[in-house]
């Protein structure tokens, strides 16, 4: 059974630093890796996917490394905003098209 | 990106009732749907793999009569809590199974809070 964990559980930063979230997972058979974001109370809005294949993606501020191997993700957050608060979950999927989750980083961007 | 669909978005009620919730793919077509559960403060667990004119397949410890599946179409998946407790009060999320253009992936519905008095 696929382990998520992702460190912090919590983090606050004043606006313009970057942030760091990692992702491990107890499985490296994954067929890709996607990092989401849910605001309180709400569904999931998908940020980034990572082929198995690949080491990182890219999208605006957002990056994403994969080392498959290992088992880890991070994901980086350039020159944060208030608006970016939000918790961001981690989401390994399986061979079996399954996601796995992780409890997942709630972040809080002061202004 | 695609767009999923939840309905309701929230409902209460009583104890032993039966509670519907819709999970509707927009605008593409899904054999596969997913359901998960989520508490306050944890992580998104999975209930259960809904099919297309088949049965769901349902996750370890999660009561098969208890959360009824139907996956009648390809654009629809619905989850009937039935005699629902307070115990089972919580955040009801679906997913729809995307495979177009080499991309494996699950697009998110907005989610469904149930409370049960």
């Known amino acids: 059974k696929q382990e998520v964990t992702q460190i912090p559980a919590a983090l606050s930063v004043p606006e313009g630093e970057n942030l760091v979230l990692n992702c491990s997972f107890t499985?490296?058979?994954?067929?890709?890796l996607q990092w989401f974001r849910q605001d309180h109370g709400k569904g999931l809005t998908s940020l980034l996917l990572?082929?198995?294949?690949?080491r990182e993606q890219t999208s605006g501020r957002l990056n994403a490394s994969l080392d498959k191997s290992s088992g880890r993700s991070t994901l980086y957050i350039a020159a944060s905003q208030p608006g970016d608060s939000a918790t961001y979950l981690c989401?390994?999927?399986?061979?079996?098209?399954?996601?796995?989750f992780g409890a997942g980083t709630t972040v809080t961007v002061r202004a | 990106g695609a767009v999923v669909s939840q309905h309701p978005s929230r409902v209460i009620c009583k104890s032993g009732t039966s509670v519907k919730i819709e999970c509707r793919s927009l605008?593409?077509?899904?054999?596969?749907m997913f359901w998960y559960r989520q508490f306050p403060k944890q992580s998104l667990m999975l209930m259960a793999t809904s099919n297309e004119g088949s049965k769901a397949t349902y996750e370890q410890g999660v009561e098969k009569d208890k959360f009824l599946i139907n996956h009648a179409s390809l654009t629809l998946s619905t989850l009937t809590v039935t005699s629902a407790h307070p115990e089972d009060s919580s955040f009801y999320i679906c997913s729809a199974r995307f495979t177009g253009g080499n991309q494996e992936t699950q697009y998110f519905g907005p989610g469904t809070r149930l409370l049960v008095l």
């Open positions: 605008d593409f077509q899904a054999t596969t």
């Open positions: 499985d490296s058979a994954i067929y890709n």
């Open positions: 989401a390994p999927l399986a061979n079996d098209y399954k996601l796995s």
């Open positions: 990572i082929q198995s294949s690949q």
